[in-house]
């Protein structure tokens, strides 16, 4: 009678016991600053549209689970999640209080930053920061793909002066607040600083090895994610290089 009773007992724990957690998936995300509005000093090196080829074949090249990108055109954004096979969230960044029209060329659209993810890009959070500095209106933005995972950018206010040394502090302190809102979360961004935003715990990186604007663009993980490591890739056509971090995330 004993290993009858054996065999039972094992059944009835393996009914009550709890499933066991997925295994942590491979997951890699690439930050992008791209310099497409026309207008900033740094548009002639962009040399129009090879900037947008040079993304194009990074992101052919490393295949991530998300992109996020900063300076940005939302024209030019769709036709890279096209080519790439991503779904896009985009945020219109206002100038001077109105949305700015990409020029040089013209017919590309409107100003702004983006989030490519894998599916479909669901549950979008798209708001300005309380805080704000100069004529550029600052916002964050999330977007979760298919995959449950929610993948969120910023672009903070450049430091110049005392306003905008406190507008950097406080908008990076509600990013902060904006990441800790969400599950398994990755950020990517350009931050204009070297001190990280990210919720207590979360994993960091940056871009400290960049040829072009060094230690300003960041990727965070958590919770529930972790980037482990980074890497820059240089881009000849903008003025930022390309910052790629990898790790792992569990889903929920």
């Known amino acids: 009678m004993v290993a009858p009773l054996l065999a039972l007992a094992a059944l ?18 690439v930050q992008l600053n791209l310099c497409l509005s026309g207008v900033a000093d740094c548009a002639p090196r962009t040399a129009y ?49 109105a949305p700015l029209e990409c020029t040089s060329p013209g017919g590309r659209g409107v100003f702004g930053g983006a989030v490519l993810v894998r599916g479909e890009a669901r549950a979008v959070e798209d708001a300005p920061f309380a805080a704000q500095a100069g004529a550029e209106q600052r916002r964050s933005l999330c977007a979760t793909g298919t995959d449950g995972h929610r993948v969120c950018t910023a672009h903070l206010v450049p430091v110049r002066d005392l306003a905008s040394l406190a507008a950097n502090g406080a908008q990076c302190r509600e990013l902060a607040a904006v990441l800790a809102r969400g599950g398994p979360t990755a950020f990517g961004g350009d931050l ?61």
């Open 12 to 29: 009835a724990t393996a009914l009550v016991a709890p499933p066991a957690a997925p295994l942590p998936r491979p997951y890699e995300l």
């Open 49 to 97: 549209p090879a900037v947008l080829q040079e993304a194009e074949a990074l992101l052919r090249a490393e295949q991530p689970a998300a992109v996020t990108v900063a300076e940005g055109c939302s024209g030019d954004v769709e036709a890279l999640a096209r080519a790439t096979g991503y779904a896009a969230a985009f945020s219109v960044v206002r100038v001077g209080g």
């Open 192 to 252: 204009n600083r070297a001190l990280p935003c990210a919720p207590a715990g979360w994993s960091v990186q940056r871009d400290d090895g960049a040829a072009q604007a060094a230690g300003v663009q960041h990727a965070y993980g958590g919770p529930g994610s972790a980037l482990t490591g980074a890497q820059v890739v240089p881009m000849a056509r903008t003025d930022h290089d390309a910052l790629v971090a990898r790790g792992w995330w569990r889903p929920v």
